[in-house]
Each structure stands twice: as C-alpha cells, then as structure tokens.
C-alpha cells in the first residue's frame, strides 16, 4: 500500500486551507457582514438557551452551556453537528480519564499533566484526534478549577452542562438551517 508521508498530506492540507482563506478574503463586504450577522444571531440564540437551560435545570454552574454552544456553533448544521460530535467525545474521554486519575492518584500538578496528556494521545490513537484539544480542556476543567464535592460529580455534571449546550448548538442551528432553506433566492 503507497502511503505518503504525513508530512506531504500536512503541506497539502495547509495549501487547502490558504485557498480556502482566500475565496472567503474574496467575498463581497456585504456577504461577509451578511456571514457574521448570522453567526452572531446563532450564537447568541444558542449560548442563551444553553445558559437558560442550564438554569432552570438548576447545574452548579450554567454558564458551561453557554460556552459550550459558542464553541461548537458554527455557519451551517453539518459543521455544527461535527464540531458537536468532536466536543462529546473529547469532553466524554477526558471527564473519565481525570474520574479515573483523580481516583487512583492523588491530585496534584504532575497528575494533572500526565492525565491531560494521555487524554490527548487517547483521542488521536481512537481516531478522534480533532476531540484531542477539547478532552485537554474537559480535564483542565475537572482536575484544576476549584470545585467542592468527588471529582466524578464534578466530571459528570460539566459533561451534562457541555451535553446543554450542544443540544442548543444543534437546535438553533437546525432550525437556521430550515429557515435558510425558506428564505427567497437560496437553493440549498
């Protein structure tokens, strides 16, 4: 089987994305305000319910789900759904490494170091590499913000609070999605 160095592919894959950067320098001003509005509106509709949500379910600190649908919402519903998809695994994988780390060891720096560490290397040896950054993030979270109370409640209910706020990403996105497909003069 010929395979290339990753090298090559990484090269290639960085030409991709100048190109793409580019088309999207290219746009009319008037697309890209157009592009942003809409964004905005999504992120704000989504960290709102998230945060809402998360209040009214009464979660130690609602704001994760907020957070959470900033970081996964994105233009259209395909990429929010990836980008959500990567969030849940990486948020899964790293809440049960630090429940684990924190069980079995005792909790300091270097334990913390050595867990985010083998959280990132899970990912990438599971496949998820892109989940790699955000199960990093989830056991910073639990291992290093004060917290009162087992780590594992702590781990579960950020992964509930995270779980919040990309059910809202993917809601509002949804249903920009379907009143794109309404507005006059869009084909997709």
Same mark, same amino acid.
Not at 56 to 66: E, I, N, V
Not at 110 to 133: D, E
């Given at each position: 089987?010929?395979?290339?160095?990753?090298?090559?592919?990484?090269?290639?894959?960085?030409?991709?994305?100048?190109?793409?950067?580019?088309?999207?320098?290219?746009?009319?001003?008037?697309?890209?305000?157009?592009?942003?509005?809409?964004?905005?509106?999504?992120?704000?509709?989504? !960290?709102?319910?998230?945060?809402?949500?998360? %209040?009214?379910? @009464? *979660?130690?600190?609602?704001?994760?789900? &907020? #957070? =959470?649908?900033?970081?996964?919402?994105?233009?259209?519903?395909?990429?929010?759904?990836?980008?959500?998809?990567?969030?849940?695994?990486?948020?899964?994988?790293?809440?049960?490494?630090?429940?684990?780390?924190?069980?079995?060891?005792?909790?300091?720096?270097?334990?913390?170091?050595?867990?985010?560490?083998?959280?990132?290397?899970?990912?990438?040896?599971?496949?998820?590499?892109?989940?790699?950054?955000?199960? !990093?993030?989830?056991?910073?979270?639990?291992? %290093?913000?004060? @917290? *009162?109370?087992?780590?594992?409640?702590? &781990? #579960? =209910?950020?992964?509930?609070?995270?779980?919040?706020?990309?059910?809202?990403?993917?809601?509002?996105?949804?249903?920009?999605?379907?009143?794109?497909?309404?507005?006059?003069?869009?084909?997709?």
């Amino acid at each position: 089987m010929n395979q290339r160095p990753i090298r090559e592919l990484r090269r290639e894959l960085g030409l991709f994305q100048q190109q793409l950067q580019e088309v999207y320098r290219q746009l009319p001003w008037s697309h890209r305000l157009l592009n942003g509005l809409s964004l905005a509106v999504q992120s704000l509709a989504a !960290a709102s319910l998230g945060y809402g949500l998360g %209040l009214l379910l @009464h *979660t130690q600190q609602a704001f994760w789900g &907020a #957070l =959470t649908a900033i970081a996964v919402t994105q233009q259209n519903y395909l990429d929010t759904r990836k980008s959500s998809r990567d969030q849940v695994l990486g948020a899964a994988t790293g809440a049960a490494i630090a429940m684990i780390a924190s069980y079995l060891v005792q909790d300091n720096y270097l334990v913390y170091a050595i867990t985010m560490a083998i959280s990132v290397v899970l990912c990438w040896c599971f496949n998820i590499g892109n989940a790699g950054r955000l199960s !990093a993030t989830t056991v910073t979270i639990v291992m %290093l913000v004060p @917290h *009162t109370g087992p780590f594992w409640t702590i &781990a #579960l =209910t950020r992964l509930g609070e995270v779980t919040i706020g990309i059910g809202s990403a993917l809601l509002v996105t949804g249903i920009a999605h379907q009143l794109e497909k309404l507005w006059p003069g869009e084909n997709s």
